[in-house]
């Protein structure tokens, strides 16, 4: 069950165009996206957990904190994509308090993909 997941997760991103922009974001942190010449953010994709990714990696912050891990929620990408679609900024941070302990003991990460329009 946890590899369904995974492929879940990569079929997504294969489905995003490779010409969206990526954001890593650590837990944490917060990180400013912007488009330019009056463009407006549209998020195709987001997810505040932990899944295969060798970022946001910080030694000695727990044991096993940034392993790999099936943290996958598909309403993430709901979620930014109400903070942010439509505006040229958006702050956005990487935090429990909005998005949930996805999975509980891990270091997470949020991954944005967006284009600007």
């Known amino acids: 069950m946890k590899y369904l997941g995974i492929v879940c997760y ?10 969206a922009e990526t954001e890593f974001i650590c837990q944490f942190t917060s990180k400013t996206l912007a488009c330019r010449n009056g463009k407006s953010l549209d998020i195709k ?3 505040y957990g932990r899944i295969g990714h060798n970022v946001c990696s910080r030694g000695g ?4 904190a940034d392993r790999i891990n099936n943290c996958y929620d598909e309403s993430h990408t709901d ?3 109400m903070l942010c679609n439509g505006q040229t900024t958006c702050v956005l941070p990487a935090s429990n ?10 270091l997470k990460y949020l991954q944005v993909k967006y284009h600007c329009i």
Do not use: K, M, Q
Not at 10 to 19: G, H, P, T
Not at 61 to 64: A, P
């Open 10 to 19: 990569l079929i997504v991103l294969v489905a995003i165009s490779a010409d």
């Open 45 to 47: 994709f987001a997810n």
């Open 61 to 64: 912050y727990r044991s096993g």
């Open 79 to 81: 979620l930014v994509g």
């Open 97 to 106: 308090e909005v998005f949930g302990d996805t999975c509980p003991g891990v």
